[in-house]
């Protein structure tokens, strides 16, 4: 009776240690959203930054 109790019990902790895994990979995938959406954002303003400045320089230009 030992051995059918210990295999479930083994089964048991088993499930436990995907189910805490899978919380841990949600959370990073999640961070990692956030991140990513972040780093669109920056880039998203350093590029109308870039395209103002860009403008400018041609405005500058232009008046030599």
Known sequence: MF???FAVAV???GLLVLGVL???V???AERLGR?????ARRISR???????AA?????????L
């Open 26 to 28: 949600f959370v990073e």
């Open 3 to 5: 051995w059918p109790m």
């Open 11 to 13: 089964g048991f902790l």
């Open 22 to 24: 899978a919380v841990r």
């Open 55 to 63: 403008a400018g320089a041609a405005r500058s230009a232009e008046a």
């Open 46 to 52: 350093a590029a109308e930054d870039l395209e103002s």
């Open 35 to 39: 991140q990513v959406t972040e780093s």
